[in-house]
């Protein structure tokens, strides 16, 4: 019951924005925008989050749309480290105690 | 931020046994959850565990294949019971703080 859609795969050229989309078209109202990262065989890492406004900290962006179905994370300026698995999550239920639901993510490989 | 160990990191077991995995949090904390991560997937919950009460499960999932303590609030235990091939997985912890999910290293476990 995964309720986020990403592509499977994706390249970055080194040092370029990395764009990475991710469809949650049945999104509820109270229920926020997760993005981790997990490197081979570790953790998944936090990334950013939000609700319904775009975030920025100092690892990445988050675009979201007006009406909530769709996401975009940016890495500004991709390194070679970057290269990993990608997860956009929502988060069911309300506020920040809900069950993560994880998608399939997204496998980006940033090039030299 | 939270600090979370886990042990083992990484076992072998043979059919049919058990093997209990160890979760430890450098700070109190409310519920704790246990992911499984099948080879090449994405993470899928398998209980929540709050201190005092009986773990939340669930579905596909049930306690006499996956029983799980929480003696305290920095602790907790996942046995994987009866062990089959198909349980070779990730399996991983997982914490609240700072109104974000932090996650363990993870166990990597192969059965034979």
């Known amino acids: 019951d995964a309720k986020t859609t990403q592509p499977p795969s994706m390249d970055c050229a080194e040092g370029r924005a990395a764009n990475l989309p991710c469809n949650h078209s049945t999104i509820s109202g109270n229920e926020y925008v997760y993005w981790y990262r997990q490197i081979h065989s570790q953790g998944p890492q936090y990334i950013i989050h939000?609700?319904?406004n775009n975030e920025t900290n100092e690892m990445a962006s988050l675009i979201i749309t007006e009406d909530r179905k769709s996401s975009t994370l940016i890495l500004p300026h991709a390194t070679l480290r970057d290269t990993a698995v990608y997860y956009c999550?929502?988060?069911?239920?309300?506020?920040?105690?809900?069950?993560?639901?994880f998608g399939q993510g997204t496998t980006l490989q940033v090039k030299p | 931020s939270a600090v979370i160990s886990q042990k083992p990191s990484r076992d072998i077991c043979q059919r049919g046994t058990s093997l209990t995995i160890q979760c430890q949090v450098d700070s109190q904390v409310t519920m704790m959850f246990w992911y499984r991560q099948q080879p090449g997937q994405s993470l899928t919950l398998i209980a929540t565990a709050n201190q005092g009460s009986e773990a939340t499960y669930e579905s596909g999932f049930v306690i006499d294949k996956f029983p799980i303590s929480r003696p305290n609030l920095t602790f907790s235990t996942l046995t994987v019971s009866n062990m089959s091939p198909e349980d070779s997985s990730i399996y991983l912890c997982?914490?609240?703080?700072?109104?974000?999910?932090?996650f363990g290293p993870g166990t990597r476990l192969t059965v034979l």
């Open positions: 999550i929502v988060r069911v239920g309300s506020g920040n105690t809900g069950k993560l639901i």
């Open positions: 939000g609700l319904k």
């Open positions: 997982s914490v609240e703080a700072l109104n974000r999910p932090f």
